[in-house]
């Protein structure tokens, strides 16, 4: 069909002007962002605007670390995300297996209700959770930032529809060969579900990485924040200091940008995955 | 292996007296599913289950200065809906969850043009519109600020160059829950480009084929192929979207402020709850917002599962 293709073509050009001109909107506040990092105040506050600035103050960058507890909390972003990520891939893909594979009394019963708790939202619950974690004393501390996020509905449901979707030969095979619950878990079942595990694993860590709400309630102490609340009050104070509050969010920002160039095509389809089964 | 020796003799060897025993004991698979589905279990129980009927107690009692709580009946929510900060708290979730809502058809328009046939650059387009959903709000939400500001931000600027004065983006009540919806938009178009990408490779190449055989043009092929074919996926970012709306709080916290003047008048419903509950101490009252709030979200999407039967079509 030359004629379709052709006239496909044409009408292309368009296609690529609006994602061009659409994708530059999409960047700019991050090139914006990178710009003004090496400003000086008056540059970023001048009119009419300056989109580049006239040194390369790289003494924002190190001026801003060092006006909070930027590698505290960096160390606390980093384990809370590890923890929370390692945690949820090894319950939810136990539990989803679980609920896929096994037979146990009450389980559709069981299943039921952790998909009817996934609907509630979860700020409902935040003063509750507040209260568990202040009562086992875990306030402002890595076990109360990390304790309500160990397990995952979400993360549970999407490893089943996972495992429920995997063959059911090699599990077979591997009970004739004599293999127990757990050698069939971890040899067999799980390595199948790799694709599953890593795009839950992505979608934890990045959301553990920018989590705000819960870690604000959590820590209040400026050492134990994480990054993402740290930011925020780092902004409160130096109200407006722009240029190194631009250095350190992107900073911030910095770790997610290179994990999601690296992986990008996992991260994307791990994220239409979840979103299409979740 | 007993209970897989069992299984099977379930269906291959009913001659075995001992099978048949087994079988009965060995209905289920033992203590083993417990051992997976215990940490879980654990968790959403102490966390999530515990915690939903606590919320509900909470509702009906008053906290005191030193912690404790009196049960004073329904008084939380007769003093909620007597309040006027919770009508204007909903007025402007519902606000942020229409723009949120607008800019579905946006990420309809950008994914079809995406997903056309022989199109260069789609990975790097992708990119470029997926990477502001991996980001950390707390740290984008720090440039938003300095682009809307009113006296030096880019926006006004670009703005004054064409002749049009620009408002205090978010210091302005309306506006500011506006603006930051904007944001809200920029943040998840990238993922619903996705999800819509992906419904749009499931719709087979024939289906257009016997369109332009049938000489439909190409708008009528979208009025009548893609977006009835899209609908799903159309449906299940509507309910995504409306939920995630209602529940907004982070970017409203970190661009428009509690410390902000206008805060009262910007505020939504998760904001009205968190400023109750944690920074004046009120979790009483709190927790009737969050019932109230649990009752919208839930009454939103039973209603956009009844409207689906209309408009969405699956195939």
């Not at chain 1, 740290?230 to 350190?248: D, R, W």
């Not at chain 2, 500011?176 to 904007?182: C, D, S, T």
């Not at chain 2, 101490?281 to 009844?306: E, P």
């Amino acid at each position: 069909m030359p004629s379709r293709a052709g006239a496909r073509q044409g009408s292309n050009l368009a296609a690529y002007v609006v994602l061009g001109v659409g994708g530059f909107m999409m960047v700019f506040p991050f090139l914006y962002q990178l710009s003004a990092s090496f400003m000086t105040n008056a540059e970023v506050q001048s009119i009419p605007k300056q989109l580049l600035p006239g040194d390369l103050r790289w003494d924002n960058y190190v001026n801003g670390i060092s006006s909070f507890p930027f590698w505290d909390q960096l160390r606390n972003t980093a384990v809370f995300s590890v923890i929370r990520t390692a945690s949820q891939v090894l319950f939810c893909s136990m539990a989803g297996y679980a609920f896929a594979r096994m037979r146990f009394p009450l389980k559709n019963v069981t299943f039921a209700l952790l998909l009817s708790i996934l609907m509630i939202p979860g700020e409902l619950l935040l003063i509750s959770q507040y209260q568990i974690v202040q009562n086992l004393g875990w306030l402002n501390s890595m076990a109360g930032l990390v304790a309500p996020g160990l397990v995952s509905l979400f993360g549970t449901f999407m490893m089943r529809q996972f495992f429920l979707g995997l063959p059911k030969e090699l599990e077979e095979a591997g009970r004739i060969d004599g293999a127990g619950p757990a050698t069939i878990f971890f040899r067999i079942m799980l390595p199948l579900a790799l694709p599953g595990v890593s795009a839950l694993a992505v979608i934890t860590f990045i959301d553990s990485w920018g989590a705000f709400l819960w870690p604000l309630i959590v820590a209040s102490r400026s050492e134990d924040m994480t990054l993402a609340v740290g930011i925020a009050s780092f902004t409160g104070e130096h109200q407006t200091f722009y240029p190194q509050i631009m250095a350190v969010s992107l900073l911030i920002m910095l770790p997610m940008i290179v994990l999601f160039i690296a992986l990008q095509r996992r991260v994307i389809s791990g994220l239409a995955f979840a979103g299409m089964k979740g | 292996m007993t209970v897989s020796t069992a299984d099977r003799a379930r269906s291959a060897a009913p001659a075995r007296p001992t099978a048949t025993t087994r079988r009965r004991r060995n209905r289920y698979d033992g203590v083993t599913p417990w051992v997976f589905v215990a940490p879980t279990l654990a968790g959403v129980g102490l966390f999530y289950v515990w915690p939903t009927f606590q919320s509900f107690y909470f509702s009906f009692t008053e906290w005191g200065a030193f912690g404790g709580t009196t049960w004073i009946g329904t008084a939380n929510y007769t003093r909620l809906f007597a309040d006027p900060e919770l009508l204007v708290a909903l007025g402007n979730t519902v606000l942020y969850a229409v723009v949120a809502l607008a800019g579905i058809p946006l990420a309809v328009w950008l994914a079809g043009l995406l997903n056309r046939p022989g199109l260069r650059f789609r990975s790097l387009f992708r990119v470029l519109f997926f990477l502001p959903v991996v980001t950390v709000p707390a740290a984008v939400s720090v440039v938003w600020k300095l682009l809307y500001n009113g006296d030096y931000g880019m926006i006004n600027y670009a703005l004054s160059i064409v002749g049009i004065d620009g408002p205090y983006w978010l210091q302005t009540p309306v506006v500011a829950v506006v603006a930051v919806g904007i944001v809200g938009i920029w943040t998840s178009l990238g993922f619903n480009m996705i999800i819509l990408g992906a419904g749009l490779q499931a719709i087979p190449d024939d289906l257009y084929e016997a369109a332009e055989l049938d000489g439909a043009s190409r708008f009528q092929q979208l009025v009548h192929v893609t977006v009835p074919l899209l609908t799903p996926s159309i449906f299940f970012l509507t309910v995504m979207s409306a939920i995630g709306a209602f529940k907004v709080f982070d970017l409203i916290f970190l661009m428009i402020g509690n410390t902000s003047p206008v805060i009262k008048q910007t505020q939504t419903l998760v904001f009205f709850f968190y400023s109750k509950g944690f920074m004046v101490n009120d979790k009483g009252y709190a927790a009737a917002i969050g019932i109230v709030l649990l009752l919208i979200i839930a009454a939103v999407t039973f209603v956009q599962f009844r409207l689906q039967r209309r408009w969405v079509h699956y195939a």
